[in-house]
């Protein structure tokens, strides 16, 4: 379904012919290094909380604050990952998809359908597929702050070991900072080595 069919009237006919309503989301497809975080989260069907929206839209300050509120209107949260390694041997596609489907599997309650942002897994639960979800559709939009302050979390936890690459500033994507750091110490083993074969092309060892 596109985004444009996804209309008032298709969303109340959700509301009220569902009971649990998954939103599930992704973060980090984008980085040089760190895993996708997904997140599936069942929330209150009345649930109501001011500011939340599409997580790249928001300061992690604000994500901070509207985090417990989320929590405390979730019926139920999960998280799927997929590692460096995993990207790397099956694509950052195909390793979002199954992260999203780990997430939804560690749900203890079986949602009634899912709602994800411009994807479909391999689940025989009914799903509706929405373009710009994160941004749409609250209960992605619940997911996706989750998913990114669970993701922002390891990374800065990763910028202990990796001191040189700013993951804690950068979260793996690749600013100036990472990139001179990949100059002077080369990858860390958290790196997407599919994601840096350009850069890398002349070192026949990395690839």
Same mark, same amino acid.
């Given at each position: 379904?596109?985004?444009?069919?996804?209309?008032?009237?298709?969303?109340?006919?959700?509301?009220?012919?569902?009971?649990?309503?998954?939103?599930?989301?992704?973060?980090?497809?984008? @980085?040089?290094?760190?895993?996708?975080?997904?997140?599936?989260? /069942?929330?209150?069907?009345?649930?109501?909380?001011?500011?939340?929206?599409?997580?790249?839209?928001?300061?992690?300050?604000?994500?901070?604050?509207?985090?417990?509120?989320?929590?405390?209107?979730?019926?139920?949260?999960?998280?799927?990952?997929?590692?460096?390694?995993?990207?790397?041997?099956?694509?950052?596609?195909?390793?979002?998809?199954?992260?999203?489907?780990?997430?939804?599997?560690?749900?203890?309650?079986?949602?009634?359908?899912?709602?994800?942002?411009?994807?479909?897994?391999?689940?025989?639960? @009914?799903?509706?597929?929405?373009?710009?979800?994160?941004?749409?559709?609250?209960?992605?939009?619940?997911?996706? /702050?989750?998913?990114?302050?669970?993701?922002?979390?390891?990374? /800065?936890?990763?910028?202990?070991?990796? @001191?040189?690459?700013?993951?804690?500033?950068?979260?793996?994507?690749?600013?100036?900072?990472?990139?001179?750091?990949?100059?002077?110490?080369? @990858?860390?083993?958290?790196?997407?080595?599919?994601?840096?074969?350009?850069?890398?092309?002349?070192?026949?060892?990395?690839?």
């Amino acid at each position: 379904m596109k985004y444009s069919d996804y209309n008032e009237k298709i969303k109340k006919e959700i509301y009220e012919n569902y009971n649990l309503i998954a939103g599930i989301d992704e973060v980090g497809r984008g @980085p040089l290094a760190g895993p996708v975080v997904t997140c599936a989260v /069942i929330m209150k069907k009345d649930s109501h909380i001011e500011g939340v929206t599409d997580s790249k839209k928001l300061s992690r300050k604000k994500m901070l604050s509207l985090r417990d509120e989320i929590l405390e209107d979730a019926i139920e949260v999960s998280y799927g990952y997929a590692n460096n390694r995993l990207i790397d041997d099956i694509n950052i596609r195909q390793a979002t998809l199954l992260a999203m489907k780990n997430a939804v599997e560690a749900l203890e309650n079986k949602p009634d359908i899912l709602l994800i942002d411009a994807e479909r897994i391999d689940t025989e639960i @009914p799903q509706l597929n929405i373009v710009k979800g994160d941004l749409n559709e609250y209960a992605i939009s619940c997911a996706s /702050i989750l998913a990114k302050i669970r993701r922002d979390d390891i990374m /800065i936890n990763f910028s202990k070991i990796y @001191p040189h690459y700013s993951f804690q500033t950068n979260v793996g994507y690749g600013t100036k900072k990472h990139y001179e750091g990949l100059e002077k110490y080369g @990858p860390t083993p958290i790196h997407r080595k599919s994601f840096l074969r350009k850069f890398y092309q002349k070192q026949e060892s990395f690839l």
